[in-house]
Structures are given as structure tokens and as C-alpha cells.
């Protein structure tokens, strides 16, 4: 079936760099997009979402890109910090399903000092 | 926000046995969903949880194996029933805080289930 999944599986970043996390989903009916972040232990974390009538939202350190011309969404991470090594999800969700979350596969991201 | 709580927090089961796994939330929400994390792998929706309907289920999974209680707007148990080793996983809860198709969704720590 339709479903949401990431282009790289570990993402390994310098402390203070910028990280980018890609996502590509194939179902054109999504309208909702959600950006998790999971430590290790925890259940996952909201970062920010963004609709489809968007390209571009921004939140503290975060912003989120949508192109739904090629189906893919990124988050972006400014001065990534030791805090932010974790595993981040993508998550689709279409207007008629009411709720119902399709994950992608996850990206874990390391910071190195 | 909400604020999300799971009972127990992880458990070491027999197969055969059934395991009840609590949510609670702190404030009333319409709208609750049950998920699976298998070890080192994303999250697969179980059901649906919806305060004054029955749960429903995706494909692949059952109401006899996963049977799911929702007595109220704050509360809802999922319970894993005569469990195998495939059954170890990590389940969550998480709640929608808005009515709508589409909302953001909060998790709750999760239930580390080890079924040997």
C-alpha cells in the first residue's frame, strides 16, 4: 500500500551544524503532516506539523518544508545540539481518515561533539 | 498538550497470558488511538479508541487479540491477549486534542512488553 518513508536510515551530525531530515510520502491525499522526535525510552515527542496549503512553517530551531509537487517533506534542525540525537518520524495524515497517523520508517540522528 | 500516562510501564509476560495496559489522560479528549512499535521499527496504528463507540481496528489486527475499553473521555485500556513472543513490542497511547479529521496527535511514555 500507500506509505510514508525516509530517505536515510542514520543521519550523523556535528554539533552546532544544521541537520537535515528527509521524508517522502506517496499518498496524494494527505493533507497533514506531523514531525516526531522519540529518545530512547520515551514515546514520541510533537516537534511541529504543517498542512498541505503550506510549503514552509517555522518553530524555535525547527522548520518544516513540504513540496507537494514531488511528495517530499524535510525538517530542518539549526545548531544541532546533544539533546536533539534521537530517532525522528514523519507521520501522514489524510483528511478522511480521521485522525489515523501513517509513520515513516524513522531516521536516527547522532550529534557528534 | 496533554499529559499521558501508561500503566504499566513495561512487563516480562508468559505466553499465554493476557496483559491489560492502562492510558490515562489529563484532561478529556474525544479522540484516542492505540499504537505498536515493534523493536527498532516506526509505529503501526492498532485501533481507534472513541469515547460511546466500539474500538476500530486496521488491518491485520483484531478485536479478540486487542480487545479495547473506553469508559470514558480521560481513560482507555488496550489488552494484549494470549501473547506471543511476536507480541513484544512497545504499545502506546495518544490522544487527539482537537474534534476534528486532523489534529495533532500526543503520545503517551509507552508499555514495553516482553512476552517469553
Known amino acids: 500500500g500507500e506509505s510514508v518513508g525516509l530517505h536515510l536510515p542514520t543521519l550523523s551530525v556535528q554539533e552546532g551544524d544544521n541537520s537535515i531530515i528527509n521524508c517522502a510520502y506517496s499518498n496524494s491525499a494527505s493533507d497533514y503532516f506531523i514531525w516526531y522526535k522519540q529518545e530512547s525510552g520515551k514515546g514520541p515527542q510533537f516537534i511541529i506539523d504543517?498542512?498541505?496549503?503550506?510549503d514552509k512553517r517555522q518553530g524555535q530551531r525547527v522548520t518544516v518544508l513540504l513540496n507537494k509537487t514531488v511528495k517530499h517533506l524535510s525538517l530542518q534542525i539549526a545548531a544541532t545540539q546533544p539533546g536533539d540525537s534521537a530517532v525522528y518520524f514523519c507521520a501522514e495524515n489524510r483528511g478522511d481518515s480521521w485522525g489515523k497517523l501513517q509513520f515513516g520508517a524513522g531516521t536516527q540522528v547522532v550529534v557528534t561533539p | 498538550s496533554a499529559v499521558i500516562s501508561q500503566k504499566p510501564s513495561r512487563d516480562i509476560c508468559q505466553r499465554g497470558t493476557s496483559l491489560t495496559i492502562q492510558c490515562q489522560v489529563d484532561s478529556q479528549v474525544t479522540m484516542m488511538f492505540w499504537y505498536r512499535q515493534q523493536p527498532g521499527q516506526s509505529l503501526t496504528l492498532i485501533a481507534t479508541?472513541?469515547?460511546?463507540?466500539?474500538?476500530?481496528?486496521e488491518s491485520g489486527f483484531v478485536i479478540d487479540k486487542f480487545p479495547i475499553s473506553r469508559p470514558n473521555l480521560t481513560f482507555s485500556t488496550l489488552t494484549v491477549s494470549n501473547m506471543s513472543p511476536e507480541d513484544s513490542s512497545i504499545y502506546l497511547c495518544?490522544?487527539?486534542?482537537?474534534?476534528?479529521?486532523?489534529?495533532?496527535?500526543?503520545f503517551g511514555p509507552g508499555t514495553r512488553l516482553l512476552v517469553l
Open positions: 504543517i498542512r498541505s496549503n503550506m
Open positions: 479508541a472513541n469515547q460511546g463507540s466500539e474500538a476500530t481496528y
Open positions: 495518544s490522544v487527539q486534542l482537537s474534534s476534528g479529521a486532523r489534529g495533532t496527535q500526543y
